[in-house]
Every structure is written in C-alpha cells, then in structure tokens.
C-alpha cells in the first residue's frame, strides 16, 4: 500500500471516530509532569534573545523608555527614580529626576516638588498592609528581586509574611502613549484574604505651572473602585484615612487648578492561601487630551486620571518660566496630558480548545468516540490540544490535561470537538507559576 493511501486511510479513521483507540494520547501522566512540559513548552516557543538588538547601556538604573514615554521605576515599583545624568525636564523647576515623562516635550509629571507616586496592598479584613512611595511614607514592604533594562522593569516585593506583588513594566504593544504595568499579588499567608485592597496614587506637576493643573477622574462607577480622591499627598497605605469626593457619580472632570493629585483605592474580592490576583494598569502621556482618550480606549482602560496644565494657549508652555495660566490646558490636554489607567481582573468565562497557535500546519482532529482530540502535522505528528482563553485581546493557552487536585482537567473530552472548563482555567490562573496576563 503506497505511503498516500495509508495516510488517506488513517485521516478517515479519525474523522470517523474508528481506530483512534490505537493512537497513543500525548497527555502527562500526572499533574507534575504536566505542568514541567508545559512550562518547557512556553520556554521553546519564546523568541531567543540572540535575535533581539542588545540594549544599550542604562545610565541611571530603573529609567525605561519607549521613546515616547519614559518611566522612572524603583525597586520597591513606584515611579522615582534620581538621575543626574539625564536630561532636564522643560517648564519651571527642571528636574534630570524620572518619574513620568513625556519624551517629545521633555514635560516631567511626577518628581517635581513632592514625589509623591506609589502603591499599597492591603487585607482589610486583616488588618495587614504595606505600602511605598518616595517621600510620601513608606511601610512593611521589603524587596524580594528587582531588574530594569532600557526598555523593561520588574519589581518583586513582600509584604510582611501575607503578600508578594509583583510590578512588571513594559511597552504596551497597543499604543506607544501608554506603558503597561501588569500587576499580581499572591496570598503568602495561612488563611483566606476576604477584602484584597490595592491603592495607587499620583501626584500630577504639570507645566507651564506645576503646582496648578487640572486632575480628571473617570470611571468611577466600576465595582471594583471604592474610593477615590486628589489629594497629592495622601498616603497609599489601603487602610489609612483617605479623603475622599463625594458621590456615587461615574466621573469628575477638569477639577482645578490646583495643586493636586489622583489616588485611587480598588476592592479585589477575596484570595486564597497561594493563589494570586492579576490586573493590568498604565502609566503615559500623550499631545493633546483626544490623543490619550483614545490610548486609554485601545487598550480598554475605562477607569482612569488625567493630569492636564493651567495653561491659556499663549507664551511658550516649555520655558523656565511660568506660561499664563488657563483653561485652554485643560480642554484641549496641550501641551501634555498625563494619564493613569486601571483594568481590572479578568475572570475567565468562557475558552476553547483549539490547536496551538504557532504552528499554522497543525490541523484540529476531532474524535467522535469521546477520547480526546488532538492535532495532526503532515498526517503523522500527534499533538496534545491546547485551552485557549482571551484575555484584554491577549491569547491565553495551556495545554489540555488533568492539572491535579484542587485544580481539575482543563478539557473536556466529549463526543465531538471537545470542550474547556473555563473554572479550571479560572483555577490556573490564579496559581503563581502560571500567568494570565
């Protein structure tokens, strides 16, 4: 029999549900080994770093840039970083300190005057936080690992013995206004965490008159936002008395001028002892306030700040001096409008399974008898199928397979094109060696 005829005959078999009890199934045996081929399998599908530019060196460690936007990021993941070497923010009070910088006007947003920028974590139920900022208090957080490079920065601190957060910067690939900060938090502790808290805060500077911009806030409305307010000094320890705006009301804008901030406190529904808890954040800057709308859209940012100056349109809003004062600023967001981005988690409702995404010749093999599907290459190449979830645009997948108790099986083998189980999906991505983000 010729090599074609048997590999006719072998398609037809499949589609037709006979003789797949003779194909061996690429599934692990048990849950370790599942998961040790999984993560060798994300590994040789990552791009070799020999095929990528080497960066260029960093003189002032933790300043990253797209080109458009600069972030100075430390340690500890707030926005301060010292640079003496760098270049002098334009307006009055230059500073060569990053903290959140548009590259094209050089307007710096963040390390004038008081730098105020930074972060908590908190189990209010527990009575446990921490938190840190540069010069705006700073507390029982301690630095597990940092690296930065020109582009990239990525902060891991402990929260006593209840939390790790991790910061993780990089360029969004969506837009270059906006740097994506992907964050996670996993539960260290012993119990339950029922009230995750999460605050973020800024204090805006905005030239031509740092000292007196306008601060919008939008998105208010969200279930997970409980509190926010423009204070630029606050602190963002969760659980210390913050000010807070009236409301219930879905957004306030071009509040100013005056010298103000956006703090925003976020509830993240409750964590289990050694699960984590992820959401995507942003920090950027763009030329006018159309221009960061729109940033903030692409990437589905519905809750966020602008930080925009009092400015009238007239003089030369980058000299070292004052610029007249305004509102035209505010309405049109010139020179700069600076902006904070919040997306929270993302459950997983719904996944499929599929075959995986790059190798475009593998080809989706359904068994009718209810043994699992798998993907052939060529006809002869057996390949275990994959669990596809969509995650902010982002494809999310992990092999199908029983991923061990507690967890469960990712796929579902039916009669038919199988199916996933989107809570156990939902289960992985709330593990620690694992990521949906």
Same mark, same amino acid.
């Given at each position: 029999?010729s090599s074609?005829?048997?590999q ?20 692990p /045996? ?24 080497p ?5 002032c ?11 100075g =990021? ?7 970083v ?7 923010s ?7 300190? =990053? $903290? ?10 963040a390390?004038l005057?008081?730098?105020?920028e ?16 540069a ?5 029982n957080?301690?630095v ?9 920065a990525?902060? =891991?601190?402990?929260?006593?013995? !209840? ?14 206004l ?10 260290l ?11 973020? $805060?800024?204090?805006y ?6 000292f ?6 939008a ?13 630029p ?42 699960? !984590?808890?992820?959401?995507? !954040? ?5 030329? /006018?306030?159309?221009?960061?709308l ?10 966020? /700040? ?19 004062? $305004?509102t ?15 997306s929270?988690?993302?459950?997983v ?16 093999t ?9 993907c ?10 994959v ?16 991923? $061990? ?13 199988d ?8 289960n ?10």
């Open positions: 029999m074609l005829r048997r006719s005959l072998l398609c037809a078999a499949l589609i037709s549900g006979a003789g797949l009890a003779a194909i061996p199934e690429r599934q /045996s048990d849950s370790a080994t599942l998961q040790r081929k999984e993560a060798a399998r994300r590994v040789s599908e990552t791009p070799l770093a020999v095929a990528r530019p960066p260029t060196t960093n003189l460690p933790g300043v990253i840039g797209n080109g458009t936007v600069q972030l =990021v430390a340690p500890q993941g707030h926005l301060y010292p640079c003496a070497t760098g270049t002098t334009s307006g009055p009070y230059g500073s060569t300190d =990053v $903290g959140l910088r548009y590259v094209p006007t050089q307007m710096e947003a390390t005057g008081i730098p105020c930074g972060w908590g974590v908190a189990s209010a139920d527990l009575g446990i936080s921490g938190f840190t900022s010069s705006c208090g700073q507390g957080v301690t597990e690992s940092y690296s930065a490079s020109t582009t990239t990525l902060s =891991v601190v402990r929260v006593g013995n !209840t939390f790790r957060v991790t910061h993780r910067y990089t360029p969004s690939s969506a837009t270059p906006l740097y994506q900060v992907d964050v996670t938090i996993e539960n502790g012993a119990v339950t965490v029922n009230d995750l808290r999460y605050t973020r $805060g800024i204090d500077d905005v030239a031509p008159n740092p007196s911009e306008y601060v919008t806030l998105g208010l409305l969200a279930p997970s936002v409980v509190g926010v307010n423009t204070s000094f606050a602190s963002v320890d969760p659980l210390a008395p913050h000010p807070v705006l009236p409301g219930p009301v879905s957004a306030y804008v071009d509040l100013g001028p005056s010298d103000q901030g956006a703090h925003f406190d976020f509830r993240l529904g409750a964590l289990a002892p050694g699960r !984590t808890r992820s959401f995507r !954040t942003y920090y950027g800057a763009a030329a /006018s306030e159309p221009a960061a729109n940033a903030l859209s692409t990437v589905g940012a519905s809750t966020y /700040s602008l930080g925009q100056a009092s400015w009238d349109g007239t003089g030369n809003p980058l000299a070292t001096t004052p610029a007249p004062a $305004g035209f600023g505010a309405l049109s967001g010139q020179p700069t409008t600076f902006m904070y981005g919040f929270p988690p993302t459950p409702t719904s996944c499929t399974v599929e075959c995986r995404i790059n190798n475009p010749n593998e080809v989706y359904v068994d009718m008898l209810g043994n699992q599907d798998i052939f290459t060529n006809g002869t190449s057996q390949i275990v199928t669990a596809v979830f969509y995650n902010q645009g982002q494809r999310i997948e992990y092999n199908c397979g029983d991923y $061990g108790p507690g967890i469960g099986n990712l796929c579902d083998f039916v009669p038919g094109q199916t996933c189980n989107a809570a156990v999906f939902e992985i991505c709330s593990l620690p060696y694992y990521s949906c983000q």
